[in-house]
């Protein structure tokens, strides 16, 4: 299920797409009247999401519990420069801070059965211009972070989690006048 599967560059000319079902990162060009498709490059296992900053693509790769950095400098020939190993079934990523220094990118924590008051849902930052560098990990109560936001200024981010774990369900009016 795709989360963030498209992205426009900076300066509105190329649109950035993953081929979730390829494990692909497709790229167009949108000058004309149709975009069409200058470059492409294999990533990891179901992409899912991307964040650009700068020369790059950042892309999350659900099943294979990766990240992958794609130099888009040449966007007729992207290749993939680095692959970084996050939590589990990573569903989003975006790029924050005053100058988009950080990358954050929702995951769920790997090999742990639910455990009442334990959080599973991780988020994962890593410095951009040293992603070999061990990334910073938050650990939120739920179960599966789903998105992510940033604030106008990129000073905040916000996480959607998909499980919260809190045994908390939304019942509509008419459902809950029905059961009483």
Do not use: M
């Not at 950095?69 to 996050?86: A, F, H, K, S």
């Not at 992603?131 to 109560?141: D, E, G, M, S, V």
């Amino acid at each position: 299920e795709p989360v963030r599967p498209l992205a426009i560059s900076a300066d509105g000319r190329y649109l950035y797409a993953l081929n979730t079902a390829d494990d692909r990162l497709e790229i167009f060009d949108t000058e004309g009247e149709v975009p069409r498709s200058i470059g492409e490059t294999t990533v990891g296992l179901r992409p899912v999401a991307l964040a650009l900053r700068g020369e790059e693509a950042w892309v999350v790769n659900h099943l294979s519990d990766t990240v992958s950095v794609v130099n888009v400098r040449d966007p007729r020939r992207p290749r993939v420069i680095r692959t970084l190993q996050v939590g589990d079934e990573p569903r989003d990523v975006v790029a924050a801070g005053p100058n988009c220094e950080r990358i954050f990118v929702a995951a769920a924590r790997r090999g742990e059965s639910l455990t009442p008051g334990i959080g599973r849902a991780q988020v994962w930052i890593f410095d951009a211009a040293r992603p070999q560098k061990a990334p910073q990990i938050l650990t939120l109560f739920g179960t599966k972070p789903r998105g992510l936001a940033t604030s106008s200024d990129g000073r905040s981010v916000y996480v959607g989690i998909f499980h919260s774990g809190n045994g908390t369900a939304t019942v509509s009016g008419e459902d809950a006048v029905r059961l009483g």
